[in-house]
DNA sequence: AGATGTCGTTGGTGGTCCCAACGGTATCTG
DNA sequence: CAGATACCGTTGGGACCACCAACGACATCT
């Protein structure tokens, strides 16, 4: 029998405070992400994009010309840093940035068509990085955890 | 019958390129993270304390009078950022800096008492964070999920 | 015409992670 | 013992991410 009497550690009992910490939920989901985030952002960086570049790209894509307050909107990025990815894009000839004629005050941004392309390849790489960050599920587990996941994140 | 023959899109088919993104792991799981990053810091800052706080004093208390390149190699801090955690952990009482008489090169950090009670306050802080992270799932989904997730973090 | 609000932009903060270099100290080796 | 080697804590810096405040330009509402 153990000991479970140890008041000071809050009825925690006599685990070691660093391996409570490791296996607490959070700290796992920051691990797995991290893990993803990396894993991700090397397959893009081989495009010479970022993670911020790509969902900004495919909100272009599907959302045809659009100003970039609603760009922000749709994927949640800062106005602030919505301004550099978009500098960065343009400078790769991936998008357009052109005044809008209706409305002075927005820029209409558009996919060029190497933004096409590049999306496409973009869209590959991450399936691939995503395939590898789930290697050790097996199909089956891999659904099965998605829909857990999802729960998760959606609170 | 859907059209499948979508040449451009890599084998995705018609799918929007915000909702592919979006269906990713790599993408929940970063979703998921974040918010379990803002429930947990959100309970610590209510004990004046960051993460990495919670995470290197639990380290201290478990090994005792120890030398900080042995805590970064334990909790994965980089040791420049070790310095500013310790310096803040010091500042508030709960831990104590004092030279190595055995190696001068090193110091020993220690767990203050105020630190004892600061770090079993945390662990029930954290505790209750990741309840509340993990709302959504019955008991049983939670331990699927964590066994799940740990293979993921683990690749 | 004037109030109100949105547009894109600039500037700044804080957190996380990583790398390079330094003076001080210990240890290993000839 | 002397010199090379390696580790200690510290400083400085950079990249990325998330967030907020303020601004001039412009559109819209009343």
Not at 126 to 134: F, I, M, R, S, T
Request: proline share 5%; hydrophobic share 40%; no cysteine.
């Amino acid at each position: 029998m153990e000991n479970e009497t140890a008041a000071l550690t809050g009825g925690a009992g006599d685990e070691p405070a660093l391996t409570r910490i490791r296996a607490l939920p959070s700290w796992q989901l920051n691990r797995a992400s991290a893990r993803g985030r990396r894993l991700v952002s090397e397959a893009l960086a081989r495009e010479g994009v970022r993670m911020s570049h790509h969902a900004v790209l495919s909100a272009v894509s599907d959302l045809g010309p659009v100003a970039q307050a609603e760009l922000g909107r749709t994927t949640g990025f800062d106005p602030k840093d919505m301004v550099g990815i978009l500098n960065d894009l343009q400078a790769a000839g991936l998008v357009t940035r052109a005044p809008d004629p209706l409305d002075r005050r927005k820029n209409a941004i558009s996919l060029t068509d190497e933004g096409g392309r590049r999306l496409a390849r973009l869209a590959e790489l991450g399936d691939e990085a995503n395939e590898e960050l789930l290697g050790a599920l097996t199909p089956g587990e891999r659904e099965r955890f998605l829909e857990l996941l999802r729960k998760v994140a959606e609170g």
